[in-house]
């Protein structure tokens, strides 16, 4: 053991220093919630804590530096941390807390993506740097569709093409739309189509979608119902859902 751990430490690049967070964080604007940002490390006796960032990603490996800790010191980043100043608290670091944390109060959608924590350290005073992520969604959930029309609806006849449209609210993160065949006698479903395009983002965070299809019905059709259902990451089966039938078609002589 011993000499594995000498071997360690003579091998360039090698750091026993750990960085824990959260790989993510589920949460609802419904109550008084709070997105609490923990980057927690552990170290090794010959290395030392330089600064500590939490960032929220840009796009591609750019992320935005929304505050900075040092020892018993935290403070937002001037370009991007300065809007969080009002609505969020920083704890930094000590002698008794190995933790930097980004308390966010006043969750908005905007905050919903990616943080990284980067710490900068040192290992016998040569500088390391290194990162770990968390994940925010905004959970909402997926809702019944408020439209589920069938058109035309009565007395079909064979070979008539039937327009099927739906509209739901699709939660956050957006999820999809499905329409379904059931077919009762056999009590099976069919997916005719599903989408995951959303039409409409409300400033609620959650999104709204629409699905519309056209079907021509045929006499094994005599019998079935429609469906629609509403489904994101956070839905628990069964999904909620509309149904429009049993429709009834009459077969050309
Ligand atoms: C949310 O916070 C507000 C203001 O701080 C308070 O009045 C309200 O009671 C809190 N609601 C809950 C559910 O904790
Ligand atoms: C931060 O995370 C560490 C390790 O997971 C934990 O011990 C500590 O209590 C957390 N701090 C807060 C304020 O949640
Ligand atoms: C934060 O609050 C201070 C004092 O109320 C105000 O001057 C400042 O504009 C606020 N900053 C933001 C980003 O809302
Ligand atoms: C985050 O901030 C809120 C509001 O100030 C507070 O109630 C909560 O205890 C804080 N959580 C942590 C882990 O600091
Ligand atoms: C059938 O369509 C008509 C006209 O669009 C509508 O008023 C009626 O409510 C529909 N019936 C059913 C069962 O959906
Ligand atoms: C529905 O199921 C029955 C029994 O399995 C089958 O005979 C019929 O063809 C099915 N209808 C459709 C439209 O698939
Ligand atoms: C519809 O597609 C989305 C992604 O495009 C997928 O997550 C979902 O499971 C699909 N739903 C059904 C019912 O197949
Ligand atoms: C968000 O807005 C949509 C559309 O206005 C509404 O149907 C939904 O119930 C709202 N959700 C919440 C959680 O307020
Ligand atoms: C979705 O809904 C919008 C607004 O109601 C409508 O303008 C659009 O045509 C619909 N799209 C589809 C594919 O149904
Ligand atoms: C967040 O929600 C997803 C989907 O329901 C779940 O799988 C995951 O465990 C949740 N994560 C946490 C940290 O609660």
Redesign the pocket.
Known sequence: MLIIYFLLHFLEGIFLLTITTSPEINVSLESNS?I?L?CTFELDANEGIRNVYWGKKLHGTNYNKLAEFAYKNAIYNIDHGLSLENRS?L?SFSDTSQSA?L?I?DVRCEDVGQYQCEVEFSVDSKGKTDRKYTDVYIQANAERPTTFSVHPNNSLEEHEILNIACVAVVGSPHGSLAIWEQNVSSNTLTLLKNTSKVFIDTDNCTSVANLTITYKVSRHNNGAKFMCSSRNKFTKEPAPAAEFGPIKVLCKS
Do not use: A
């Open positions: 709070s609490v923990n608290n704890h944390i308390n109060t």
